[in-house]
């Protein structure tokens, strides 16, 4: 089940990040692993302006989140983490599929992402939910900044791309 996420579970939204972000030692991402994950300020902002959502598990318990935030007149996937032990169940593509039609209601017509090109479960998993990658020179100001932001924070620019989905 995708919702709202209950005040309470603000706090318990990094160790799921944190968590989710261990398979990515099985790609030689350890940099990923050591990047703080979205602080409990952001994701409260998240939760007041209606943009971010839980998967629940069948007993209630939040097991992944996604957070959209709204940058240069364009809607972003900014964080989709699901535990590793509830992964491949369809959690991550409802959190999708629930984002993007909260951009479609807010009046965007596409929502963005940035992510990994070679592992698997970023730009291919991304790909077989509808979206398509944004070829690098289409890349306008707002999106290298973003670009920009997340090199320094250390993610390699090589191994990334933006991603858009039509909503």
């Not at 996604?66 to 959190?95: E, Y």
């Amino acid at each position: 089940m995708i919702r709202p996420p209950h005040p309470h579970e603000i706090t318990l939204l990094p160790d799921i990040e944190n968590e989710a972000d261990r398979r990515y030692a099985r790609v030689g991402l350890h940099r990923v692993i050591a990047m703080p994950p979205a602080s409990v300020a952001s994701l409260e902002h998240g939760r007041r302006e209606g943009r971010l959502w839980v998967a629940a598990s069948p007993p209630g318990r939040a097991v992944g989140f996604a957070l959209m935030k709204l940058r240069a007149g364009r809607a972003w996937l900014d964080q989709l983490s699901v535990l590793n032990a509830w992964q491949g169940r369809g959690f991550g593509t409802a959190l999708i599929d629930r984002t993007a039609a909260a951009a479609h209601a807010l009046g965007y017509r596409a929502i963005f992402l940035s992510t990994y090109l070679d592992v698997p479960w970023n730009a291919p998993f991304y790909a077989r939910r509808g979206f398509a990658e944004v070829p690098r020179g289409q890349w306008d100001w707002a999106i290298r900044l973003q670009i920009m932001i997340e090199n320094r924070h250390g993610h390699p620019p090589w191994r990334r791309t933006v991603m858009s989905r039509e909503v």
